[in-house]
């Protein structure tokens, strides 16, 4: 990166330096915290003959050289009282591995949970170690075993505040029923472990166990339930000396055979009813220090990963998916910088959007209709991917990631004649990001840069930005044994492209730089680079008694774009949020637990306009008999929408206030239902929205278990955008009433044969229908009046022609057809469904066989018909595609 570029992205934001002052003033001023839990002590030792076999039995000699653990306390239901039933640990080391043994006492083991489910889900009863080798009091190893013998592990982050599931180190468990109980055997080699190079090591440590049957969990070294973090609260595990840390080497080689069946389309030479590949690729794990791990994939392929849900979108903005993809989730906490408060590292306004690397191409080239055909790329292929995270033993969290996608070309046939057609640029994508922890992490300070650099050579694909570039710092200052804290974030981002890309970003719906109303900013037709900034200011306490609280404040600039490789919904918004809790957690009454909260928000523009402003109260509960309940109440003041003319002028939209209610029953029993609705409803008449959902989970057994979740929507805004039209050098625009239906059925079948070989089946069928009518223009937007912002088209002004498909408009009342628009109706329909069956043949060496369908159908009718929906959705030719994948683990 060139340095005249980095000093352009910077440059004129004097913001910052100001905030790194006030960084440092903060520090001094705040001062250090201190620990007031009284802190536990395990010693180990190392054992010389040999390493211990893990079979769940514990009847190695080696396990007599070190003394029980114990003495466990009680955090919930009843915090601070003795456990239900005794939990003792042993913790043995060689060069290698560590190993923990542990016996779960149980009075009544017929009672002993031991279902099977999916790694890293958690259910049944289980035993739990907390490793936190580093010692920074920040971050720590989780390793969980339940009684069946399923792994789950996290890496814990942010003191606890973030626990990462998609970390998947590979080490040993096993276990075994007694008549007293259960055993569980662990090995963990030091290779997944993070140390520094030193004689003698003290570990941060903490033994969680959970008896499903009373939903208790009890910890070795107590924490109570108000106090802030986690990792900082842990005992300590003594003993281990002389040990060297490991370079972990691992690559996975795989092979990939596909099979697709489609629907045969006749002239189409791409399109001939089945499709043959095969492919192949590597994967790698490497320890580039003990402290830093590079992990890279060359060729990869995701065919195992499930669809993304269906929806209809008829927002102006684009559709936020998560990620599903091994390689970008795993680790990728250290790759997060949201911009907004309130404490969600995975909210969604964020530097980095992982599903921007290897998306759908963005150009699609224009066909001669049943002439030319095309062979087009359904994602940018991956070139290769690297991710280098990890955290040093001075307090230094590391995280970069780079990327390249190449050329995409989509292959075009005219009556035999061939030619490609570029349809998405060669890409490079950066992420880099730092933190330091101060002071055990009461301080900690950060920052992250991104990149994107595209080398178009297609003009059709000009409108793309040619380079990008964003950057963030963050603070974040504990106090008072971290019960209270403040955050401080600040981001900046520049655009470099040609004047027609720029003018389209311009007019984007992240921007709207059109809007006639907001006379603060417009669009520069001969502009090539786009800069802004945004930020937050945080207070909270997060810890000490019953009450909790935050209080932020975000802005994000009119030129602030991030979308190249992060994810921004909308720009040029100053908004407040304020919540309060009040939590008990003592079991009282009927109740285990109960937490009120209120919630207070309010927004404006850059021009200093209020926006929008809401309040909402809302209670959870769980009860005795483990069934839970929660309600909310809001209500939404009127707000100015400045997306909801596409880029016309602010549309004052009326007040509104909700209700939703949510009910869950036991789900410690084989059958487990919930429910939830929620209603809508905006003053003047102007809308009802309505929402139902419920789940169903049947478990016959502890291998298998049915999941069945429908949801149903009915929606009928009386203000639903249409269409802007242009007549007589003005825009109109066209607003109406819209009902919209939606059903859809999440279904999913897990059967564990082993806690190694699943079958898991998810599927989903979706259908849609809005049907629009009462067409009104709009005259006055943002009008005191609710009935005089818009103009309802009367019977002699409109006029629907059946031939063409549209709507005709004389608004001048001469018998001419002024401007027209074609009918809005739709019905969409689709089917997505995933079939896997996983076995990891040995530790980290695994194949997949998946048959994934898809169907997917539309039409203009409006009418929502269940059954004649379905119908049409299973008269469509599925395209089916059967996949085999199979990974080898190599060790070097």
Same mark, same amino acid.
């Given at each position: 990166?060139?340095?005249?570029?980095?000093?352009?992205?910077?440059?004129?934001?004097?913001?910052?330096?100001?905030?790194?002052?006030?960084?440092?003033?903060?520090?001094?001023?705040?001062?250090?915290?201190?620990?007031?839990?009284?802190?536990?002590?395990?010693?180990?030792?190392?054992?010389?003959?040999?390493?211990?076999?893990?079979?769940?039995?514990?009847?190695?000699?080696?396990?007599?050289?070190?003394?029980?653990?114990?003495?466990?306390?009680?955090?919930?239901?009843?915090?601070?009282?003795?456990?239900?039933?005794?939990?003792?640990?042993?913790?043995?080391?060689?060069?290698?591995?560590?190993?923990?043994?542990?016996?779960?006492?149980?009075?009544?083991?017929?009672?002993?949970?031991?279902?099977?489910?999916?790694?890293?889900?958690?259910?049944?009863?289980?035993?739990?170690?907390?490793?936190?080798?580093?010692?920074?009091?920040?971050?720590?190893?989780?390793?969980?075993?339940?009684?069946?013998?399923?792994?789950?592990?996290?890496?814990?982050?942010?003191?606890?505040?973030?626990?990462?599931?998609?970390?998947?180190?590979?080490?040993?468990?096993?276990?075994?029923?007694?008549?007293?109980?259960?055993?569980?055997?662990?090995?963990?080699?030091?290779?997944?472990?993070?140390?520094?190079?030193?004689?003698?090591?003290?570990?941060?440590?903490?033994?969680?166990?959970?008896?499903?049957?009373?939903?208790?969990?009890?910890?070795?070294?107590?924490?109570?339930?108000?106090?802030?973090?986690?990792?900082?609260?842990?005992?300590?595990?003594?003993?281990?000396?002389?040990?060297?840390?490991?370079?972990?080497?691992?690559?996975?080689?795989?092979?990939?055979?596909?099979?697709?069946?489609?629907?045969?389309?006749?002239?189409?030479?791409?399109?001939?009813?089945?499709?043959?590949?095969?492919?192949?690729?590597?994967?790698?794990?490497?320890?580039?220090?003990?402290?830093?791990?590079?992990?890279?994939?060359?060729?990869?392929?995701?065919?195992?990963?499930?669809?993304?849900?269906?929806?209809?979108?008829?927002?102006?903005?684009?559709?936020?998916?998560?990620?599903?993809?091994?390689?970008?989730?795993?680790?990728?906490?250290?790759?997060?910088?949201?911009?907004?408060?309130?404490?969600?590292?995975?909210?969604?306004?964020?530097?980095?959007?992982?599903?921007?690397?290897?998306?759908?191409?963005?150009?699609?080239?224009?066909?001669?209709?049943?002439?030319?055909?095309?062979?087009?790329?359904?994602?940018?292929?991956?070139?290769?991917?690297?991710?280098?995270?990890?955290?040093?033993?001075?307090?230094?969290?590391?995280?970069?990631?780079?990327?390249?996608?190449?050329?995409?070309?989509?292959?075009?046939?005219?009556?035999?004649?061939?030619?490609?057609?570029?349809?998405?640029?060669?890409?490079?994508?950066?992420?880099?990001?730092?933190?330091?922890?101060?002071?055990?992490?009461?301080?900690?300070?950060?920052?992250?840069?991104?990149?994107?650099?595209?080398?178009?050579?297609?003009?059709?694909?000009?409108?793309?930005?040619?380079?990008?570039?964003?950057?963030?710092?963050?603070?974040?200052?504990?106090?008072?044994?971290?019960?209270?804290?403040?955050?401080?974030?600040?981001?900046?981002?520049?655009?470099?492209?040609?004047?027609?890309?720029?003018?389209?970003?311009?007019?984007?719906?992240?921007?709207?730089?059109?809007?006639?109303?907001?006379?603060?900013?417009?669009?520069?037709?001969?502009?090539?680079?786009?800069?802004?900034?945004?930020?937050?200011?945080?207070?909270?306490?997060?810890?000490?008694?019953?009450?909790? @609280?935050? +209080?932020? =404040? %975000?802005? &994000?600039?009119?030129?602030?774009?991030?979308?190249?490789? #992060?994810?921004?919904? /909308?720009?040029?918004?100053?908004?407040?949020?304020?919540?309060?809790?009040?939590?008990?957690?003592?079991?009282?009454?009927?109740?285990?637990?109960?937490?009120?909260?209120?919630?207070?928000?309010?927004?404006?523009?850059?021009?200093?306009?209020?926006?929008?402003?809401?309040?909402?109260?809302?209670?959870?509960?769980?009860?005795?008999?483990?069934?839970?309940?929660?309600?909310?109440?809001?209500?939404?003041?009127?707000?100015?929408?400045?997306?909801?003319?596409?880029?016309?002028?602010?549309?004052?939209?009326?007040?509104?206030?909700?209700?939703?209610?949510?009910?869950?029953?036991?789900?410690?029993?084989?059958?487990?239902?919930?429910?939830?609705?929620?209603?809508?409803?905006?003053?003047?008449?102007?809308?009802?929205?309505?929402? @139902?959902? +419920?789940? =169903? %989970?049947? &478990?016959?057994?502890?291998?298998?278990?049915?999941?069945? #979740?429908?949801?149903? /929507?009915?929606?009928?805004?009386?203000?639903?955008?249409?269409?802007?039209?242009?007549?007589?050098?003005?825009?109109?625009?066209?607003?109406?009433?819209?009902?919209?239906?939606?059903?859809?059925?999440?279904?999913?079948?897990?059967?564990?044969?082993?806690?190694?070989?699943?079958?898991?089946?998810?599927?989903?069928?979706?259908?849609?229908?809005?049907?629009?009518?009462?067409?009104?223009?709009?005259?006055?937007?943002?009008?005191?009046?609710?009935?005089?912002?818009?103009?309802?088209?009367?019977?002699?002004?409109?006029?629907?022609?059946?031939?063409?498909?549209?709507?005709?408009?004389?608004?001048?009342?001469?018998?001419?057809?002024?401007?027209?628009?074609?009918?809005?109706?739709?019905?969409?329909?689709?089917?997505?469904?995933?079939?896997?069956?996983?076995?990891?043949?040995?530790?980290?060496?695994?194949?997949?066989?998946?048959?994934?369908?898809?169907?997917?159908?539309?039409?203009?009718?409006?009418?929502?018909?269940?059954?004649?929906?379905?119908?049409?959705?299973?008269?469509?030719?599925?395209?089916?595609?059967?996949?085999?994948?199979?990974?080898?683990?190599?060790?070097?």
């Amino acid at each position: 990166m060139s340095l005249y570029i980095l000093n352009d992205v910077f440059k004129n934001i004097g913001f910052m330096k100001n905030l790194l002052l006030l960084l440092f003033v903060t520090i001094t001023i705040l001062g250090y915290s201190q620990d007031t839990i009284q802190k536990k002590s395990y010693k180990t030792q190392k054992i010389a003959n040999g390493p211990i076999v893990i079979d769940g039995v514990m009847d190695d000699e080696s396990w007599n050289l070190v003394e029980w653990g114990g003495d466990f306390i009680q955090r919930s239901p009843y915090e601070g009282k003795p456990p239900s039933q005794p939990t003792y640990f042993k913790i043995l080391y060689d060069d290698n591995n560590l190993y923990v043994g542990v016996l779960n006492y149980d009075s009544v083991p017929s009672e002993i949970d031991r279902r099977m489910c999916r790694r890293d889900d958690f259910e049944g009863d289980f035993i739990e170690i907390n490793i936190d080798s580093y010692n920074d009091q920040m971050t720590a190893f989780s390793f969980t075993l339940n009684a069946a013998g399923v792994r789950g592990d996290e890496a814990i982050t942010e003191d606890g505040n973030n626990w990462d599931e998609t970390w998947d180190p590979i080490w040993y468990g096993k276990t075994s029923m007694i008549d007293s109980g259960w055993v569980a055997e662990i090995k963990i080699p030091f290779t997944q472990l993070r140390f520094g190079k030193k004689a003698n090591h003290s570990w941060g440590m903490q033994f969680t166990r959970r008896i499903y049957r009373n939903e208790e969990r009890s910890l070795w070294q107590f924490v109570p339930r108000d106090a802030s973090g986690w990792v900082h609260n842990f005992g300590t595990l003594e003993g281990i000396n002389d040990i060297k840390p490991k370079r972990q080497v691992d690559l996975f080689p795989y092979i990939v055979a596909k099979q697709e069946y489609l629907e045969k389309e006749e002239g189409n030479p791409y399109a001939t009813g089945k499709k043959s590949t095969l492919s192949g690729g590597i994967d790698g794990k490497v320890g580039i220090t003990n402290d830093l791990t590079l992990d890279f994939t060359i060729n990869p392929d995701f065919g195992q990963v499930e669809a993304d849900p269906s929806e209809v979108n008829l927002t102006a903005f684009e559709t936020y998916f998560s990620e599903k993809r091994p390689f970008f989730i795993e680790g990728n906490n250290i790759l997060n910088f949201p911009i907004s408060g309130g404490g969600n590292s995975m909210a969604r306004d964020n530097l980095f959007y992982s599903r921007r690397i290897g998306r759908l191409p963005h150009y699609y080239p224009d066909l001669i209709e049943g002439e030319e055909y095309a062979d087009f790329p359904e994602n940018t292929t991956i070139l290769g991917a690297f991710k280098l995270t990890g955290k040093t033993k001075n307090g230094w969290s590391i995280g970069v990631m780079e990327s390249i996608t190449p050329r995409e070309n989509a292959e075009i046939d005219l009556k035999g004649e061939k030619r490609k057609e570029e349809v998405e640029p060669f890409t490079n994508y950066f992420v880099g990001r730092v933190q330091k922890d101060i002071n055990k992490g009461n301080t900690i300070i950060g920052g992250m840069f991104t990149s994107t650099n595209r080398k178009i050579t297609n003009a059709e694909i000009d409108f793309l930005p040619k380079s990008a570039y964003s950057g963030g710092i963050d603070f974040t200052q504990y106090w008072k044994n971290k019960a209270y804290y403040i955050r401080l974030k600040a981001v900046v981002s520049r655009v470099n492209a040609d004047s027609i890309a720029m003018t389209n970003i311009q007019r984007s719906s992240v921007h709207y730089f059109q809007r006639p109303d907001a006379d603060y900013i417009h669009v520069d037709s001969s502009r090539t680079s786009l800069t802004g900034q945004g930020g937050t200011v945080e207070f909270g306490k997060s810890g000490e008694g019953h009450i909790r @609280y935050v +209080a932020w =404040v %975000t802005w &994000r600039s009119p030129g602030l774009e991030l979308n190249d490789v #992060g994810y921004l919904r /909308s720009g040029d918004e100053v908004f407040q949020v304020f919540w309060l809790q009040y939590g008990i957690w003592e079991p009282f009454s009927i109740f285990r637990e109960m937490r009120i909260n209120y919630n207070q928000w309010s927004g404006w523009d850059f021009g200093g306009r209020n926006n929008y402003w809401g309040t909402n109260i809302n209670m959870n509960m769980d009860f005795k008999n483990h069934w839970s309940f929660s309600y909310g109440i809001n209500l939404s003041g009127k707000y100015l929408s400045k997306s909801f003319l596409r880029g016309g002028p602010s549309m004052k939209k009326p007040a509104d206030w909700n209700f939703w209610a949510w009910l869950g029953t036991d789900g410690r029993k084989k059958i487990r239902l919930s429910f939830n609705y929620s209603i809508n409803k905006n003053f003047h008449n102007a809308g009802v929205f309505n929402f @139902y959902n +419920a789940n =169903v %989970t049947y &478990r016959p057994n502890d291998a298998l278990k049915i999941t069945a #979740g429908p949801f149903y /929507s009915d929606i009928t805004p009386t203000l639903q955008y249409v269409e802007t039209l242009d007549y007589d050098n003005k825009d109109k625009y066209i607003i109406g009433r819209m009902h919209q239906s939606t059903f859809g059925l999440s279904m999913r079948l897990e059967y564990y044969i082993t806690p190694d070989l699943s079958v898991q089946y998810y599927g989903q069928p979706f259908i849609s229908a809005g049907n629009y009518s009462e067409f009104k223009r709009v005259t006055d937007p943002v009008a005191d009046e609710f009935y005089d912002r818009y103009h309802q088209f009367t019977a002699d002004e409109i006029s629907y022609d059946e031939e063409s498909n549209t709507y005709n408009i004389d608004e001048n009342h001469d018998q001419k057809t002024d401007y027209s628009f074609s009918n809005p109706n739709f019905n969409f329909m689709q089917f997505r469904s995933n079939l896997v069956v996983r076995w990891e043949y040995l530790p980290g060496s695994t194949a997949y066989f998946v048959w994934s369908q898809g169907r997917t159908t539309s039409n203009d009718v409006g009418e929502f018909s269940f059954n004649n929906n379905m119908d049409d959705l299973f008269d469509v030719q599925p395209h089916n595609i059967f996949l085999i994948k199979i990974s080898y683990r190599l060790q070097l």
